[in-house]
């Protein structure tokens, strides 16, 4: 680590974490095979070891919704850069995303997908910014209640830094 952030949750706290979300889906969706929807890039650490986790059957997909850019404060606007490419008409859908903060994204998707017909449909957030929140947004599971600070680290950035670090931190902006 260096002295540009400071670290909030280490690798075993997350892994902790990530097995308990894990074991509360696949309890929940027993019989089921639920997709996942890994939101890019940010959630792909999270989606694979969350996957892996998981005691029942599932399928992945991947969508690509941006709204930070290069900043580290969420603009107002969502693009959807990459949609998913599966049928989810009568499948058992979970948004899986490693933080939620204003829910502007994730109330985005789960519009945009919720109009297809899914069986069922919940978001999945590792961490969640609550202080932050203009859109109410419902978390089905949910890991962390975060203050608000910039997070990077297990797969999050800013400016595509940081995404490799096994941990999260907060990133010192002074």
Do not use: W
């Not at 890019?40 to 997909?61: C, E, N, W, Y």
């Not at 009568?90 to 069986?119: C, E, N, S, Y």
């Amino acid at each position: 680590m260096d002295e540009s952030h400071e670290i909030l949750f280490d690798e075993q706290t997350i892994a902790n974490k990530v097995e308990e979300l894990a074991s509360r889906i696949s309890a929940d969706y027993a019989g089921k095979e639920p997709v996942l929807v890994c939101i890019l890039k940010g959630a792909m650490i999270f989606t694979a070891d969350l996957m892996r986790g998981l005691t029942i059957p599932s399928v992945i997909d991947f969508v690509r919704a941006a709204s930070y850019g290069g900043s580290t404060t969420s603009s107002k606007s969502i693009t959807i850069e990459q949609d998913l490419q599966i049928d989810i008409r009568d499948r058992h859908v979970l948004l899986v995303d490693t933080i939620i903060d204003t829910g502007r994204t994730m109330d985005q998707l789960l519009r945009k997908f919720g109009a297809r017909g899914p069986a069922s449909i919940k978001a999945v957030a590792l961490l969640d910014k609550k202080s932050r929140r203009v859109v109410d947004v419902a978390v089905a599971y949910r890991g962390f209640e975060i203050p608000d600070v910039f997070v990077v680290g297990y797969g999050m950035d800013c400016a595509e830094k940081f995404r490799n670090l096994p941990y999260i931190a907060a990133l010192k902006t002074d």
